[in-house]
């Protein structure tokens, strides 16, 4: 007969065993490297807003990575339910894979081979990390230009390597001043998530020429390709139609407004996807079937919807650039996506500092540039997806009059975040606090 047990004390141990448990144990430790891991930074903001919303409080969210966009919830009574239960391929369903590299030739131009060129997994995020593991080795060196999405750096970091940045006001042109003898790959973001701009076709020329002399990746995220409406956009992979050296990277998250569905893709040279492949295999095994199912039986029909949609955010942030300029805010260039960098100008604090004042005390949310690299620091990034015009425009006159007020009181901002019963954002422990 088996005994249960509620606690280690019940068990039949004998009196010296007992007496050696109730010494005190040693800590159980954790990894080095995670402990060195700062937070996400623009996740911890929204973690505090979803926080606040939950108590009652009304906060216009400027924060947010995603624009919201009306999507019917298609027939699921068309899908094979079975199938769609168990695993399946690895590499994404072939349907899935044939609608993207179809996508990418129409809009595009980029010919791409979808049995051996295209890694469909969960997300962007794994395929960013999954691109790094199979490329680089403990020591080299990853050059990533600013602003850059807070999540590039430690996903060299978690594979050994070393992030270096490139400045934000350094012309692709002189690129190469920052590349050394151990730089093994570099990370662009097409358009750029936070400031809006497009790498042109001859920059992209300018970086893939240099670096494939030095046997250096390019891993180009391409998450925001669809946010273009009136200047050119080229993707990597119609420059490079044989992929040798390039990684490119995008999803069904932001320009189909899925967000939370968490399916994105790798584009690469088959020798590279087959690399990834092994990795998926082991990480994910297979992004979630169903959804895989979904998106390809309706996935013309989801682009005939957000892509107007997607126009209609940039047609937006148009106007939201207008209301910025008038008020006298001054901001990095750029023309697409859905988010504006925003300078801090003279305010005395730092960007977390601003944004805890924008949240705590305007009900105003958005991400401190310090998030983006050393060199954005005095920013902070500001999304328009996911609000309306007006609540906008009032926002941005009151981040005016608090950039230009010249004073803020620190310690009672921790005091109020505390109150709240509310963490304060944690560096890592390799990282200095804000």
């Not at 199938?83 to 010919?111: M, N, T, V």
């Not at 790498?199 to 925001?224: F, H, K, M, N, P």
Request: glycine fraction near 6%; include cysteine.
């Amino acid at each position: 007969m088996t005994l249960a047990h509620d606690t280690i004390n019940d068990l039949p141990v004998a009196q010296p065993e007992r007496e050696a448990l109730a010494e005190p144990l040693p800590d159980m430790p954790f990894s080095d490297r995670v402990e060195s891991l700062p937070e996400a930074l623009s996740i911890y903001i929204n973690q505090l807003v979803y926080d606040l919303k939950r108590r009652g409080h009304d906060i216009v969210s400027l924060s947010l990575g995603e624009a919201f966009f009306d999507i019917p919830l298609f027939d699921f009574k068309k899908l094979d339910i079975n199938k769609s239960y168990h695993y399946s391929d690895s590499r994404g369903i072939p349907e899935l894979r044939g609608k993207i590299a179809g996508y990418y030739k129409h809009h595009y131009d980029a010919p791409l081979d979808a049995a051996s060129e295209l890694l469909i997994t969960a997300g962007s995020k794994p395929a960013i990390f999954m691109a790094m593991q199979a490329t680089l080795n403990p020591g080299d060196e990853v050059l990533i230009h600013e602003p850059a999405w807070l999540s590039y750096p430690e996903q060299a970091r978690l594979v050994g390597a070393e992030p270096r940045f490139i400045p934000y006001d350094t012309p692709v042109s002189d690129f190469g001043d920052h590349i050394g003898p151990q730089t093994r790959m570099v990370v662009i973001n097409n358009p750029n998530n936070p400031a809006g701009r497009i790498y042109s076709r001859d920059e992209l020329l300018t970086l893939y020429t240099l670096c494939r002399q030095r046997g250096i990746y390019i891993l180009v995220d391409e998450a925001y390709s669809d946010f273009v409406i009136d200047d050119p956009f080229t993707s990597m992979a119609s420059l490079v139609p044989n992929k040798d050296g390039i990684i490119v990277v995008n999803s069904l998250s932001k320009n189909m407004g899925m967000s939370g569905w968490r399916v994105g893709y790798a584009i690469g040279s088959p020798p590279l996807i087959d690399r990834m492949l092994k990795l998926n295999q082991h990480i994910i095994t297979c992004a979630p079937s169903i959804l895989l199912y979904y998106l390809a039986q309706y996935f013309d029909q989801i682009t005939a919807i957000t892509l107007p949609q997607v126009r209609d955010v940039v047609e937006k942030r148009q106007r939201v650039a207008q209301m910025v300029d008038e008020a006298g805010l001054t901001r990095l260039d750029g023309s697409s996506t859905f988010y504006f960098f925003v300078s801090l100008d003279d305010f005395p604090g730092s960007s977390l500092d601003f944004s805890l004042l924008m949240l705590l005390n305007k009900g105003i949310a958005v991400v401190p540039g310090l998030a983006y690299g050393d060199s954005t620091s005095r920013f902070i990034r500001m999304s328009i997806g996911t609000e309306s015009e007006e609540r906008i425009r009032q926002s941005i006159l009151i981040m005016k009059d608090a950039i230009t007020a010249g004073t803020f009181d620190r310690p009672a901002l921790r005091a109020k975040l505390e109150s709240y019963g509310l963490a304060e954002f944690s560096p890592g422990a390799d990282s200095e606090a804000p």
